[in-house]
């Protein structure tokens, strides 16, 4: 089936550490987001790309990296650096950011991180 | 994006209609008007989306008002499936950063 796909689910980490979030679309999206959700909050955008090899940052970008080597994939690491990391990551794609008839961006499930 | 303006909570009897309204009075000629909907710990769900004209598919009805200052979702027979909370959100579709800014949203509770 076609969809996002992102990858653990659930996650704990150890205050200190790097994690990698893992998001992967088989739709042929051009351009992906993930943003993040704190309990009871709406989304907040982290980064997001519009095309392999480039990325932009969002609102709220600070201890966070990606990289867009392929189209299908948009892998975020959490860094140590980043203050507060527990929250719900989502992940989301859109055919092409420059299609004027409504371009809808599709989410993926989640990740649950934990910093324990 | 301009911004939007939603109840915080809704209740809905099980099998009569929803009607969830949007206000968004800043928005500009080119933007649209997108709902999603988001399930507890799952992401967010498109449902619905238009510019001017009302719009319906399986899910849903969009009303947008005339002057495109306000919307509103019609979900038409509400089952319990359909309590969420849903965003109304406005958006210009191929912007710089072709971004969704989510507020708070209006949680819907469909009740028996």
């Known amino acids: 089936d076609g969809g996002i796909t992102q990858s653990p689910k659930y996650l704990f980490r150890k205050e200190g550490q790097n994690v990698t979030l893992s998001c992967e679309q088989n739709?042929?999206?051009?351009?992906m987001y993930w943003y993040r959700q704190d309990p009871g909050q709406g989304l907040r955008l982290i980064y997001y790309s519009q095309i392999v090899n480039d990325f932009q940052k969002g609102d709220i970008a600070e201890g966070y990296s990606v990289s867009r080597e392929k189209k299908e994939s948009f892998p975020l690491t959490v860094t140590s650096a980043q203050k507060n990391p527990t929250a719900f990551y989502l992940c989301?794609?859109?055919?092409?950011?420059?299609?004027?008839?409504?371009?809808?961006?599709?989410f993926g499930e989640g990740s649950w991180l934990t910093v324990v | 994006d301009a911004k939007t303006t939603q109840p915080t909570s809704m209740d809905c009897a099980e099998g009569r209609a929803a009607n969830l309204p949007c206000n968004h009075s800043?928005?500009?000629?080119?933007?649209?008007v997108y709902w999603y909907r988001q399930i507890h710990s799952q992401g967010p769900q498109y449902i619905i989306h238009?510019?001017?004209n009302n719009e319906t598919n399986e899910m849903a009805s969009l009303i947008i008002t005339e002057d495109r200052k306000s919307s509103t979702l019609i979900l038409p027979h509400a089952t319990l499936r359909d309590t969420a909370v849903y965003y109304c959100i406005v958006r210009v579709p191929h912007d710089a950063g072709n971004m969704l800014t989510f507020g708070g949203g209006t949680r819907l509770m469909v009740k028996p």
């Open positions: 989301a794609s859109s055919i092409n950011w420059n299609q004027g008839t409504g371009n809808t961006i599709y």
């Open positions: 238009g510019l001017k």
């Open positions: 800043t928005i500009s000629g080119n933007e649209y």
């Open positions: 739709l042929n999206h051009d351009a």
